[in-house]
């Protein structure tokens, strides 16, 4: 069995939406392409590095359309690396519409969305979730993911879709490896998906022991 990656740009607050341009999601929303001023090449190579061993891409509907009018025309240029990757493994797309598939390898999920990523998972060895705030949420709610890959930026937006926005049921993780920070205080933090569910306790105890729930 495989793993699904979710790879996640978010700002302290916590909001995930449209960090790539104004254009990537604009209802509601003034601060698309928020992450740009903040990229650094120390910060791209983590992200390319972060892609090592991907064999499948698994999008939601908008993300999807995205990448598929991006990254079909940026072999060979700065981004080819990436490029090369999201080009030739397959794309998977949660849609409950009728998404242009002329993106080579691209095919769309059905209605059971659990099911179909279950079959994912069984098929590919690493499978990587981009962006994708509403399949997201789907994935959170299901615990249908191994790793969860959250890039925090230091800026706080005060609106927008955020990472945890409603899908998140009670989930235990564990911090796969140490904080990386760019100089511009960009950090990157790696969590794997872990079993039960959140303790709680009583601080005010004389012992403040914790009283395991899961």
């Known amino acids: 069995m495989g793993f699904i990656q979710i790879e996640l740009f978010a700002t302290l607050d916590l909001v995930g939406q449209a960090p790539g341009g104004p254009d990537e999601d604009p209802q509601g929303f003034p ?17 390319a590095a972060a892609y090592a061993g991907t064999d499948a891409l698994l999008l939601g509907r908008r993300t ?12 060979g240029g700065p981004d080819n690396e990436i490029a090369d990757l999201f080009n030739r493994v397959p794309k998977y797309v949660a849609s409950r519409g009728r998404p242009d598939l002329r993106w080579s390898g691209s095919r769309q999920l059905g209605p059971d969305l659990a099911a179909a990523v279950r079959e994912i998972r069984d098929r590919h060895e690493n499978v990587k979730v981009v962006g994708s705030l509403d399949l997201v949420q789907s994935l959170l709610r299901e615990k249908l993911f191994d790793r969860l890959d959250l890039w925090v930026h230091p800026i706080v937006l005060g609106v927008g879709k955020k990472v945890f926005d409603g899908g998140a049921v009670p989930t235990n ?23 039960g569910t959140p303790a709680t306790g009583d601080m005010s105890a004389p012992d403040r022991g914790l009283t395991s729930q899961g």
């Open 173 to 195: 993780l564990t911090l796969l490896t140490p904080p990386v920070a760019s100089p511009n205080g960009t950090v990157y933090l790696r969590y794997g998906l872990a079993g």
């Open 64 to 75: 999807y359309d995205i990448f598929a009018g991006y990254w079909p025309h940026q072999e």
């Open 31 to 47: 601060f698309g392409g928020w992450q740009a001023p903040l990229l650094q090449e120390v910060t791209g190579e983590q992200i």
